[in-house]
């Protein structure tokens, strides 16, 4: 993909309103929600910063992916949870003050992981050096750049004029859910001569990390003496990812259209399964 106003500007300014959007809804209060739920919070983040990229590993070695789209789907297992999984918790009963939390903290971890592990994945995947490794410093800087920043100036809006926040918020969530659209239909465009290909090879892959990892968020969590609620939002926080900002590092800081295509693919299917916990928590109710 070659740099345009789309991968240069757009992406990552649209990624940053979304950001922003997110932390309206983020209290500096959610930071201490760790010594609240301190093992829940080990177990969702063990999940989705190690046990996630784990997986997507496994089954791009199992269902044989190969070279560039194997590297997209690393990018998109690197990549931490968004304010998504905090509304499918919600519309799921979950609980939402954990899901935020889980989001808070990923959210900063990540920016010091992605680097690493989408490099690991370049190198292995295609170690003949067609595609250069990210540079892990001006990663670092772009990332904090296009997601904490934007969140920290969000939550600066909700702390200072909590009224201009809840005003904000509804707006925003709008707009976020558009330009979710346009980068997924964008990624899926730009690629559109290669898509069934693509899809046919990429979207098993993607379907089975996603369905894995539901439900290696919710059994572990089960297992460890978590509650339902508990679980429940550790699986989402594990199996719903950031797409946009998978397709913006490959866009934007990689600039290779193919490594986008395995985010947009997740991005559609991970619908589609958060729907149906949706349904099943709505169901079930409370326990």
Known sequence: MEASILTQLFLPLALAVIMFGMGLSLRFDDFKRILIYPKAVAI??????????????????????????????????????????????????????????????????????????????????????????LNVFGTVISVIFITIIPVAIGMMVLKKSPQLAQKWDAPFRKISAVFFVIILLAAILKERENLIEYFAEAGPVALVLNLATLALGYFSGKILGLSKKQSTTIAIESGIQNGTLGITIAATLLVNSTMTIPSAIYGLLMFGTAGILIFLGNRKGKS
């Open 44 to 133: 969702g983040l063990t999940n989705q910063l190690i046990l996630l990229p784990l997986v997507a590993f496994g089954l791009i070695k199992l269902f044989g992916l190969q070279t560039e789209l194997a590297v997209g789907l690393m990018i998109l297992a690197a990549c931490p949870g968004g304010a998504t999984s905090n509304l499918i918790t919600h519309l799921a009963k979950g609980d939402s003050a954990l899901s935020i939390t889980l989001t808070a903290f990923s959210s900063l971890i990540a920016v010091f992981t992605i680097p690493f592990i989408v490099n690991f994945a370049i190198l292995y995947f295609i170690p003949s050096g067609e595609s250069q490794p």
